[in-house]
């Protein structure tokens, strides 16, 4: 053999090792590698990406607890309640005597009062509101059939109710010079009012004076239901929180002792 052809056969050769080396290197993938390559993605893009009924479970959670948030921020207040100073005296030890509430028919028989008076020798006593409110009316009265003068005012409070004042300087019938005086003295009244319609009181306020002419001058506080529909009078020891601690009971005992001769022992409301 020549020189030649043993060149050019190994050529050949060293071709055909080259060849097989590269096809080595560079497997064909199989199909189940690509199966299995294409199941591997699928997983990893179902963890990074929720399915759609996840989402939606998701989402109405998340409104179910915003609409729950939304309606307990929204729900009312708890309906507020009347609460009630046990007097209308700035000073509670001015007042010597109560007559206390009762409707016509009540069991013990003492005589219809639609509220509370509170009896005072006092020739001058300071006048508080029991109560806030928006104050409705407040004048000079003559009161019929006696022709006596008082002062009226009346409040719608917080929760609806009203509650009003009578300013009296004596009580019962009056002859024609006590009739004179208490004139005097509703002016007087009138004029160390503090209060007007429309302005709105807080409880505890100072409105006045009551001037009194003896021992049976009183303020004569009442509570009615509400402002509209008929008449229904509230007995105001009702509505007093700290009425256990009060003297009310005790000195409309000694009212009635001296009108009832102790004959009868009424309750502060008597139904």
């Not at 009540?106 to 006593?125: A, C, M, P, R, W």
């Amino acid at each position: 053999m020549s020189y030649k052809k043993i060149a050019v056969l190994g050529l050949l050769i060293a071709a055909s090792f080259s060849a097989c080396a590269q096809e080595e290197l560079n497997p064909v993938p199989s199909e189940g590698s690509n199966q299995e390559s294409s199941s591997n993605r699928a997983e990893g893009a179902s963890k990074e990406e929720p399915d759609s009924k996840s989402v939606a479970a998701s989402a109405k959670t998340e409104s179910t607890v915003a609409a729950g948030q939304s309606q307990k921020d929204e729900s009312p207040e708890s309906p507020q309640l009347l609460n009630l100073l046990t007097t209308p005296f700035v000073e509670a030890d001015e007042y010597w005597g109560v007559q206390p509430f009762a409707i016509k028919s009540n069991q013990l028989g003492v005589q219809f009062h639609n509220g509370i008076d509170y009896f005072t020798s006092e020739e001058k006593v300071a006048i508080q509101a029991v109560s806030s409110g928006r104050v409705m009316f407040v004048d000079v009265y003559e009161r019929k059939p006696d022709g006596a003068f008082q002062i009226n005012l009346a409040w719608q409070t917080p929760t609806g109710e009203v509650l009003s004042y009578r300013l009296e300087p004596s009580a019962g019938p009056a002859d024609q010079a006590k009739v004179a005086n208490q004139k005097l003295l509703a002016q007087k009244m009138m004029d160390s009012m503090t209060i007007r319609v429309g302005d709105q009181i807080v409880e505890g306020q100072l409105l006045g004076y009551l001037y009194g002419q003896d021992e049976w001058a009183h303020v004569h506080m009442s509570l009615k239901a509400s402002d509209r529909g008929p008449e229904k009078w509230l007995c105001p020891a009702d509505y007093m929180a700290t009425l256990e601690g009060s003297d009310l009971l005790p000195k409309s005992l000694i009212w009635a002792d001296r009108l009832y001769k102790g004959s009868k022992r009424p309750q502060l409301c008597n139904y």
